[in-house]
């Protein structure tokens, strides 16, 4: 298994936590722009998210091609039998692929001491599962986003009379990425792709494969006490029967009252078994966002949207700097600053990415020093407009790059 990373505890989300067209509005209305000026900018931004687009379409094709072997849910025929190098070779780029748009859309991947510390932990929902990890040959985790909520539990210090408020954090968005275990014949084994929101902490083994429900102590307990008080009651009550009985009638009437008896306690485990189950179902069902190659279709949009806000973010607040521009420190602080104020969010600004694709795409120069300072929104749509019109000449080469990947 692998996880890496920091706590999602320990820092910001670097999740800009608002919607492209509303963060558009909202910085223009904040700057006090004119018509002219925003209307110019906004044919930059429109222009750059198209481009973002076509860029993340021509991944997913390739994110598609790579995991063709892998999907359980393919409708067409199954591609030939791969050897052992071609299918590492294809895991291993789905997997580098997938890192980068998660990347991309600011997702991190989950440390494993908070994956492990996570295993074993009962659910605010009153749920233990245990998971067979033999059967995995690896298992990611990658969230985004980390609150805390509550849950209304009763106390054990007011003798369960009382309910009080029990925090638990949650991960707001999370990712989840199993490769199974290859099996004895040899046949290939599915990449398993789950994407989910609002999912416990205490939770994540719900969400693997192969989960088996067990009781809680507290239940078992429960149902210890009052199944075998139950118990003993039939039995010593048939004892009793028999023992003035001499009637044959009277001990089969005993014996099925006995019989009444165990049965019914025996009903209470699967009673019991069966709330667990539909818990473990209701978590399933209205946690879930998507499913393997239908995930992945959620975070090539999700990153696109992270990719334009953190470069649109960077680009206005340069412009606004005028020609004396901003430093890397500066920029960041400006952007965090703005959103704190207006959204009321913390966000930990991913600045050098948004500069880097500001700086590929020509919308942004090197000034005095380390100093950044931000075309101007004229020439900056010629520029995005010849990127753009490149990309539709059959004797021109496309140079459209995924971020921190190769060209493609």
């Known amino acids: ?65 790579h995991y063709l072997p892998f999907n359980p849910d393919l409708e067409a025929v199954p591609p030939p039998a791969l050897a052992s190098g071609e299918r590492a070779g294809l895991h291993a780029g789905f997997r580098a692929r997938v890192a980068q748009l998660l990347q991309a859309a600011n997702f991190d991947e989950l440390s494993e001491e908070d994956f492990n510390s996570a ?35 009763r106390s054990a210090r007011h003798l369960y009379l009382k309910k009080k408020s029990v925090p638990y954090p949650t991960y707001r968005r999370l990712f989840l990425l199993v490769k199974m275990r290859r099996r004895g014949d040899g046949s290939e084994t599915p990449i398993l792709l789950k994407l989910f929101r609002d999912v416990p902490r205490s ?92 995930a992945v279709s959620q975070l090539v949009e999700t990153a696109g949207e992270e990719e334009w806000k953190e470069a649109a973010l960077a680009w206005h607040f340069l412009l606004e700097s005028g020609a004396d521009g901003l430093d890397h420190d500066e920029l960041d602080r400006r952007v965090e600053t703005w959103i704190t104020e207006r959204y009321g969010q913390t966000v ?18 090197s000034g005095c020093g380390t100093r950044l300072v931000a075309v101007a929104p004229e020439e900056s749509f010629r520029r995005l407009d010849a990127i753009w019109d490149s990309l539709f000449r059959a004797s021109q080469p496309v140079a459209a790059r995924m971020p921190g990947g190769p060209a493609l």
């Open 119 to 153: 295993l074993n932990r009962t659910s605010p929902r009153g749920v233990r599962v245990e998971v067979d990890f033999a059967s995995f040959e690896e298992v990611a985790v990658f969230f985004r986003g980390v609150a805390e909520l509550s849950v209304e539990k």
């Open 1 to 65: 298994m692998s996880h890496t990373g920091s706590s999602p505890l320990s820092s910001a989300s670097r999740f800009v936590p608002v919607d492209p067209e509303r963060l558009q509005r909202d910085l223009f209305a904040d700057a006090g722009l004119d018509s002219a000026e925003r209307g110019a900018r906004e044919r930059v931004l429109r222009r750059h998210a198209a481009l973002f687009d076509h860029r993340l379409v021509r991944e997913l094709r390739r994110l598609k091609a």
């Open 348 to 365: 930990d600004f991913d600045v050098r990415d948004g500069v880097r694709k500001l700086l590929e795409d020509g919308l942004v120069e």
């Open 203 to 294: 939770d994540l083994e719900m969400l693997l494969p192969n989960t088996r429900v067990r009781m809680t102590s507290i239940d078992k307990l429960k149902l210890g006490v009052t199944g075998g008080g139950g118990t003993l009651g039939g039995v010593v009550a048939m004892v009793g029967k028999i023992g003035v009985a001499a009637n044959p009638a009277t001990w089969a009437i005993a014996l099925v009252g006995l019989a009444a008896v165990l049965w019914r306690q025996v009903s209470k485990v699967f009673v019991q078994r069966t709330r667990y189950m539909a818990a473990l179902a209701e978590r399933l069902y209205f946690h879930s966002l998507d499913t393997n190659f239908g």
